[in-house]
């Protein structure tokens, strides 16, 4: 098949491929006349003739175009060129846990403990708020999680973030009709899954468990490429526990990894929440006890990513010089206060102007019902409504113009 690297797409070039899963690649692309870069997915075209694909795909990523969640990539646009499916987000500067695992599982090494922890519970809370909105992903894997930096300020430097949300679930039924296509998701399947009954929050929560279970263990519960295997395994015996195959595990985790994994779905957690609940507890509470090294194989994902950039605000005046602030704390006020985090003492600013919030990849903006109002390239804001603030549009206050980057 002919590489797309070359080709544009909505105004975007394709650079360089960045992974590639069983539905399609993610590309890294740069808009031809602005340079501003972003990921751009881009369907297998032998997957896009696939019933499910073909009537469903748009559909799906418009179902999440309203979500806000840390943990949720947001899509900017999506469409069909040359009878192939795409979707557009943002550039990304980290890693996907598929990709930079698969070397690492295969020599045996495993994820730091407090870090494996704290990253499935960021995801749990992601599907705990795309369960809430009546979405049920199907398909997590490795491949389905993105890792990334974050502000020192956000309290923890790593952010796992599920970028296929959408799709999840056609993934799913590609499966049912082309099981040959989806053999690196049949692992994390849980048995509802491989026995074709329905699935529900907890379908979610065991396929997590099965990511923490490799994260800590580098093995599968079940290593299986056929779902009969995995029927057979699922009805007939119980994965080792992760202590059996690292002994330094410590028990309270291994108790949460195995309810995570249970065969019968009412025996394990039942909502996102109270699996993040439960991670964060353990993580806590090991943070609080000594711990034993008993092993060298273990590695911490943030020695495989770039040191993160924090984002600057560039406020422009009257006289369009600009003052640059670093954005470095989760929520910012701007305003005339001394008590604001960024004070703009000028006619037209409010004392509590505007609230900047880090969301995701970006920022939003709420206007604090000023008494002058706030403008997103020259339309007005409503009150105490928060906008999503892409990098580079233009926010005006009073006499400043406003942008990050």
């Not at 943002?90 to 870090?115: D, H, I, R, S, W």
């Amino acid at each position: 098949m002919t590489s797309p690297i070359g080709n544009q797409i909505a105004n975007y070039v394709l650079e360089a491929s960045l992974w590639t899963c069983s539905l399609g690649t993610v590309y890294r692309a740069k808009h031809q006349s602005t340079r501003d870069e972003v990921a751009i997915f881009l369907v297998h075209s032998e997957i896009c003739q696939q019933v499910p694909i073909k009537r469903h795909f748009l559909e799906a990523i418009r179902s999440i175009e309203a979500f806000e969640h840390p943990s949720i990539v947001k899509f900017y646009d999506s469409g069909q060129i040359n009878g192939r499916f795409f979707a557009i987000m943002p550039a990304f500067e980290g890693t996907n846990l598929g990709v930079e695992l698969e070397n690492q599982f295969q020599e045996g090494y495993t994820v730091q403990l407090e870090e494996s922890l704290l990253l499935m519970a960021q995801l749990a809370e992601a599907i705990a708020y795309a369960h809430q909105n009546n979405i049920i992903h199907q398909t997590i894997n490795p491949w389905s999680i993105l890792i990334k930096r974050q502000p020192q300020a956000a309290g923890f430097p790593l952010r796992a973030m599920l970028y296929d949300l959408a799709f999840g679930h056609l993934q799913h039924k590609l499966l049912e009709i082309s099981p040959q296509q989806l053999k690196q998701t049949l692992p994390y399947y849980s048995p509802e899954q491989t026995l074709g009954q329905t699935v529900d929050a907890t379908t979610d929560i065991f396929a997590l468990g099965v990511v923490l279970y490799r994260l800590l263990t580098a093995q599968f519960p079940f290593d299986v490429a056929e779902t009969t295997d995995a029927i057979l395994l699922h009805l007939n015996e119980n994965p080792l526990a992760p202590s059996c195959i690292q002994s330094d595990i410590p028990p309270i985790v291994e108790t949460m990894v195995m309810k995570m994994i249970h065969k019968k779905r009412e025996m394990r957690y039942q909502t996102g929440q109270t699996v993040a609940a439960a991670l964060r507890n353990c993580a806590l509470q090991l943070a609080n006890q000594p711990t034993t090294k008993l092993r060298d194989n273990v590695i911490s994902l943030r020695t495989k990513l770039p040191t993160v950039e924090i984002d600057r605000l560039f406020i422009y005046g009257q006289d369009e010089t600009a003052r640059i602030f670093p954005l470095d704390k989760r929520v910012i006020i701007i305003g005339r206060s001394r008590t604001s985090d960024i004070r703009l003492p000028a006619e037209g600013i409010s004392r509590h102007h505007v609230r900047l919030e880090q969301r995701g990849d970006g920022w939003q903006v709420s206007d604090l019902n000023s008494t002058n109002g706030s403008f997103i390239e020259g339309l007005p804001m409503q009150g105490n409504v928060p906008y999503t603030w892409t990098r580079n549009k233009k926010l005006q206050i009073g006499p400043y113009l406003l942008k990050w980057k």
